[in-house]
């Protein structure tokens, strides 16, 4: 058995560290999707957190009625979600072109609103319970700590999301358009690139990101109509740090978080939930912009 | 004064001249509004649950007590102490409420004291659990029908100190309740020469119990004592299982479990499990014939705090029926007099300090092969007689005792 | 003038409304046309869209409310001791969020608001999860009793009034003109000469001290502080009210206040109650796609079109 660090159990430091990085993965994938979205529509989208309950709640849909369990819910989840909020977008947010970017947010809230409401008194507030998937129940013992599997998987899951996001913005031809429409998208459509059908399916992707982290989530905690609403905002402030610049940015920066978050729960643990926002005043004080943000 | 209050009064003022049997009946109608937790962690364990056992005390006076109507009233207070003052304030300024019933959690019985205080109403607190009720926090209307956290921790806590069971690490949802019933349960099991190795406050409710049960982990304490209830109790039951706490030697006690929890987790994650427990559907005939009557409206088995909340509503009305009068401090004295006889309590006595005294049961989960269907989850352990439960009346810090 | 015949007749009727309505539901519904007439002085007028303010209302009902209760302060100095402290608060999360704008100024004052609000969970002095109850009303001037609920009316309407003055002489002053001109175009106002940053800065504080006054006045009323009112739910309600009544008019984050708060009770005691917050967030939507000018906005377009 290792020693005490500093007065602190080994498996306490590493076992929230440990936390700290699954929760850091969530983050990741959440305000990589935002970041997505904002790319392209220039605005926030404050539904992200219901999008992520959605995705949630298509697990125990989805394993229920269509019995095709966790694993094809990983697939189905984020697609059915991601139509849903493509189809949002080519209804709803295509009518704000052109008014202040502001009130596509407040669009996106009473969207948040509805949403969640619909499914508090469909569901009630306290939601259902999902199995975590028989192929990874358990876990290892790691001599510091008791790994469950399926925290691992969801690490691996996360990464592996958020490495194949950036190779599609970054290495092919769709993430070439996508970027440049982030540019200039008058020029792009010039080019003859359908950019509102491109928006469309930014827009469809960020909410899928969103809902795959629902996905992942369902077996962890109750499946609960609230469940994104309070998580949203910290990913807000993990955004605001990072800038809303570049993939890579959103990643590194939702992952340390977590991390941070996780330190500050064995050495400070009542300022566990303040964290991340005193960092966000921290380096709003330092680099405005935020740590990856291009301009000021 | 307002206008349409002066309105009202003079209208009923008509009606009792109209109806001399309702003559001591205020406005000709006896009112209970149920406040209750409808959609939240605790809607299981009280909700819609708790409003159909009220009209299930009002049915059996047919409606009607001391020959005026009886009404419900009922509203969804999401657990938050502020909607349930301000619904509990309207009802009483606007819609001659005389009683308010249910009222889980401790947070909305505090605030729902105040108002019945200042509006001199009668109280029935059935869902809420901390024991303060009836002592420094107490009204002199405030009514504490079902259990309370000194009857949990006499209940489970000495059972378990008594196994060997003796260094505890507490998960605590941080509000009233968890703290009294860490607080009540802390003092058990140092009574019984156990100790208390230390406490993790979680956020009510909490959804991921994965960093708190890892510091219990740390903690080495033999028992990991769950001071919160319903979805939490849950939630951190599922947790202890997936981080392999129960694997290595630890045991969970849940401090306040209740039927629809053991429902919820399956016989097979909750056999062994012990908890204390103010009624059980299957104690006798009485209970099992109420209960069926409840079953039939609702499609699950009563919980305590709904079998309770029937019970205080049914004792109020009788003690109105009695008396013939809703004069809140003469149905009180009617009900401290009358013992509490029905399907919940026997020889039930309410005390000066608001406590309903009665039997309490330490009961163990099933085994999956010793139940034989749904709902047939409890043995009977022991009986806590209620003097052992709740204590003696001088223990009380209630001012008007 | 025609204005001035207008707020006359709507101050007539709030005196006499009291005997028809609920006093306690007159009280909240005034103490709502407060906060969102003090948000107004910031999206309205300052263009700022601040996500955060529900930490200056709920804020102040704390302290005042600790002060009534623990300190018992006179009733008056409580509320005022409130409003205060959210200035001080807004001064720090403005000098924060000023740093940048749009987007980014909503999502900061989100965050540093989100901050407060679990500094206020985990605090003893707002009991947290309890909530802080058994606030005395106190005496009004050291004699008006105010737990008389029409006493308690007059006293609301009282400050309400006065708050409500404040606030329109501020849009119409010079400070207020300018601020306009930093929202219709910042740029020109810096090269004009003028300190933009501290113009927003001093209407934020302006704005957080006049929720802070509509907070602490809500505790008194209802004897309580909770952590309903600094959750961020509450800061998106007041953007609501605002922007339903009509951004950037004098009265018209009052009467969105009024038609929320009335919307709020109607549903909440019929059979659409728990659907409270899909009809919020229906509103919302219908107000951004087709409503942009609010209900007062849209009503001064119809009266400058049809006269």
Known sequence: MLTDLLGIPPQVLFGQLMLGLINGAFYAVLSLGLAVIFGLLNIVNFAHGAFY????????????????????????????????????????????????????????????????????????????????????????????????????????????????????????????YLRAGTENPKLLQAFGVNVPLLTTLAYGYGVALAAFAGVLVAPITQVSPLMGSNLIIVVFAVVVIGGMGSIMGAVVTGLAMGVIEGLTRVFWPEASATVIFMVMAIVLVLRPAGLFGKTA | MNILKKLSLSVSALAMVASAASAEISDGVVKIGVLTDMSGTYSDLSGEGAVVATQMAIDEFGGTVAGAPIEIVSADHQNKADIAANKAREWGDTQQVDAFAELVTTSVALAVFEVAKQQNKIALVSGAA???????????????WTYNTRALAVGTGSAIVKEGGDSWYFLTADYAFGEALQGDVTKVVEAEGGTVLGAAKHPFPASDFSSFVLQAQASGAKVVGLAN???????????????????????????????????????????????????????????RAWSQKFFEKTGKMPTGVQAGTYSSVLHYLRAIEATGSDDTDTVLAKMREMPVNDAFATNGVLRTDGRMVHDMFLAEVKSPAESSGPWDYLKIVRTIPGEEAYGP????????? | MNSK???????????????????????????????????????????????????????AGYITGHALKVWGLPTELGILFGALTAGLLGLLIGMLAIRRQGIYFAMITLAMAQMVYFIFVSSDFTGGENGLQGVPRGYALGFIDLQNDLSMYYFVLAIFVAAFFIISRTVNSPFGQVLSAIRDNEDRATSLGYDVDRYKLLAFVLSATFAGLA??????????????????????????????????????????????????????????????????????????????RGVVGELHAFIKKSF
């Open chain 1, 53 to 176: 309950m959605l995705g949630a709640f298509a697990t125990v849909a989805v394993t229920q009625y269509l019995g095709i369990g966790y694993w094809g819910a990983l697939i189905v989840a984020p697609l059915v979600v991601g139509a849903f909020g493509a189809a949002i977008e080519y209804f709803l947010l295509r009518r704000l072109t052109g008014v202040d970017h502001l009130y596509g947010l407040l669009l996106t809230f009473g969207l948040a609103l509805v949403i969640e409401g619909s499914f508090v008194k469909m569901f009630g507030a306290s939601g259902l319970p999902y199995p975590v998937p028989a192929q990874l129940t358990g876990g290892v013992n790691l001599g510091f700590m008791f790994l469950p599997w399926y925290r691992g998987w969801v690490v691996v899951a996360s990464l592996a999301v958020c490495i194949a996001t950036w190779f599609l913005f970054e290495r092919t031809k769709i993430g070439a």
């Open chain 3, 215 to 292: 907070g602490g006045t809500k505790t008194v009323v209802f004897q309580l502080a909770s952590l309903t009112d600094s959750h961020w739910h509450m800061s998106g309600e007041v953007v609501l009210m605002t922007l339903l009544g009509g951004l950037g008019t004098i009265a018209g984050p009052s009467v969105g206040a009024a038609i929320i708060i009335t919307l709020q009770n109607y549903l909440a005691s019929g059979p659409l109650g728990a659907w409270v917050p899909v009809v919020l967030g229906v509103i919302f939507v219908v107000c951004v796609l087709a409503f942009r």
């Open chain 2, 130 to 144: 901390s024991s303060p009720l009836t002592s420094d926090a107490c009204i002199p209307t405030g009514l504490h």
């Open chain 2, 393 to 401: 009346l001088s223990e009380s810090n209630c001012p008007t005792k």
């Open chain 3, 5 to 59: 015949i207008g707020y006359l007749i709507a101050f007539a009727i709030l005196l006499v409304l009291p005997f028809v309505v609920y006093p306690v539901f007159l009280m909240k519904l005034l103490c709502f046309a407060l906060f969102a007439s003090a948000f107004n002085l910031i999206l309205g007028f300052g263009g700022l869209l601040s996500f955060g303010h529900a930490a200056f209302f709920g804020g």
């Open chain 2, 229 to 287: 209830a319903g979805a939490d109790t849950i939630n951190a039951i599922k947790a202890a299982n997936e981080f392999g706490l129960v694997a290595a030697g630890q045991k969970v006690a849940g401090l306040l479990v209740f039927l629809t929890d053991v429902h919820a987790l399956g016989l097979d994650t909750a056999q062994g499990l012990q908890m204390t427990v103010s009624f059980y559907w299957d104690l006798n005939d009485e209970t």
